[in-house]
């Protein structure tokens, strides 16, 4: 038996199914436990610490900081995905997760939580890349769009049930939340178990790719990548502000119930674009990234002339609803169309971009704030520049053939 046949044989065993899409989806979720599960309790943290020089800031950074690590070696985990395998890496960092995620339910100071938050952020960096790599490996065509959308779904889903979680043990104080972080074990053992290191031509559909290293294609990739870093900022404003939106209409911060309904809805909302995303992607992505950023736009808008509580949890839902169709399209945008050779690191550079957005919201947010008087009026200011990219990245795409190629998938 040739090679050739023997390698056919060993691709066509080893086919991806449910299981291992929901491990996979699984996974997914834990970078984004890292970033909602203790929004609730925000402004606990913040009572708590209120005495620490630049707690204002530094508090917010609990939430904040995991995503620049992210952004720092999420490239070098695409690098490592590339060079040395998948697996391996991602049962290290869902294991190590367990432990450096539930450190602040005993930790009291402000400096040894962030430290903690640190370590978060390199296993979250590790997880995120391989998690959506393996998924461009193990599926493909109509499979591979299909789990890219549930991803998003997955994690939107996740999101709506650890925020409403994070609130409903935040009731017991702010160490409680923390916790959770222990369920990336439970996912990790079947993991084991479950998962394989995919071989090139189950990573590659159209054939195999060529032994030599293939070069990162920074001049496919460079404009959507600076598109997903203003992405990661426009989707997690609401995520991240939503606790001291609600506060700010005269909410107690102790009211963690309210503030994590809110949440919670707005997480919702993202997971029924998601949903939506799977049979919108017929129109194609040139059109669905404008309209995403729009419709973030006009939620945004709404809470800044809405008043009150009404205007927050309206606006939040129609934010949320765009980020719904944002995710998975920049996806659907980004990764999807690389080669084997080449995903790992891509995708690593993706998850950089996207998460260093996330590190800069509540800076940029502070700064806009301070400029334009209130939180609410710097939520509306980003509302004006997602249109203005909206338009930018619609003429864009519509000018660029690679766009109209990327409709037809």
């Known amino acids: 038996m040739s090679n050739s046949s023997l390698t056919a ?7 991806a199914g449910v299981g291992q899409g929901v491990l996979l989806l699984a996974g997914s979720c834990m970078p984004i436990l890292g970033s909602v599960l203790i929004t609730p309790v925000l402004p606990q943290l913040s009572a708590e610490f209120a005495d620490v020089p630049g707690s204002e800031v530094l508090v917010p950074m609990v939430v904040a900081i995991p995503a620049l690590m992210i952004a720092i070696f999420a490239p070098f985990a695409g690098q490592i995905v590339d060079r040395v395998g998948r697996k391996v890496l991602l049962i290290i960092a869902m294991i190590a997760y367990a ?22 952020g390199i296993c979250e960096a ?12 193990y599926f493909h065509e109509k499979r591979r769009n299909r789990y890219l959308a549930a991803q998003t779904i997955a994690t939107t889903l996740a999101a709506t049930v650890f925020i409403a979680l994070g609130g409903a043990l935040g009731t017991g104080g702010w160490h409680a939340p923390f916790w959770v972080y222990a369920i990336s074990l439970l996912i990790a053992i079947p993991m084991i178990f479950a998962l394989w290191e995919p071989r090139r031509s189950e990573g590659d559909a159209n054939g195999a790719v060529a032994a030599a290293r293939v070069p990162i294609p920074w001049g496919r990739i460079a404009g959507p990548l600076a598109v997903t870093l203003f992405s990661g900022f426009s989707f997690y404003v609401i995520i991240i502000e939503a606790s001291y939106l609600v506060v700010g209409t005269g909410i107690a911060a102790t009211d963690t119930a309210v503030i994590g309904a809110v949440a919670a809805g707005a997480s919702l909302a993202t997971a029924i674009g998601g949903l939506t995303f799977v049979r919108a992607i017929r129109i194609g992505v040139s059109r669905l990234l ?4 729009v419709i973030q736009a006009v939620g945004m808008l709404v809470i800044w002339f809405v008043p009150g509580l009404t205007g927050v949890a309206i606006g939040a839902i129609i934010a949320s609803f765009g980020s719904g169709f944002l995710l998975p399209s920049l996806l659907r945008w980004v990764i999807a ?13 993706w ?7 996330q590190f800069l ?13 209130s939180l609410t009026a710097a939520v509306g200011v980003v509302g004006i520049i ?15 053939t690679a766009g109209v190629e990327v409709q037809a998938a």
Request: charged residues 10%; hydrophobic residues 60%.
């Open 9 to 15: 044989e060993v691709a066509t065993a080893r086919q």
């Open 386 to 400: 997602a249109v203005v990219i909206a338009v930018l990245v619609g003429v864009s795409l519509r000018r660029n």
């Open 337 to 349: 169309t690389t080669q084997f050779a080449e995903r790992g690191r891509v995708t690593g550079l």
């Open 351 to 357: 998850t950089a971009a996207f998460f260093l957005g």
């Open 290 to 293: 404008p309209i995403a950023f």
């Open 361 to 373: 919201t509540p800076i940029l947010i502070a700064v806009i704030g301070a400029a334009a008087g």
């Open 126 to 137: 590790a997880i995120m890349t391989v998690c959506t790599t393996l998924i461009v490996d």
């Open 99 to 120: 432990f450096v995620g539930t450190a602040p339910a005993w930790l009291q100071g402000l400096p040894e939580i962030l430290a903690s938050r640190v370590l978060v």
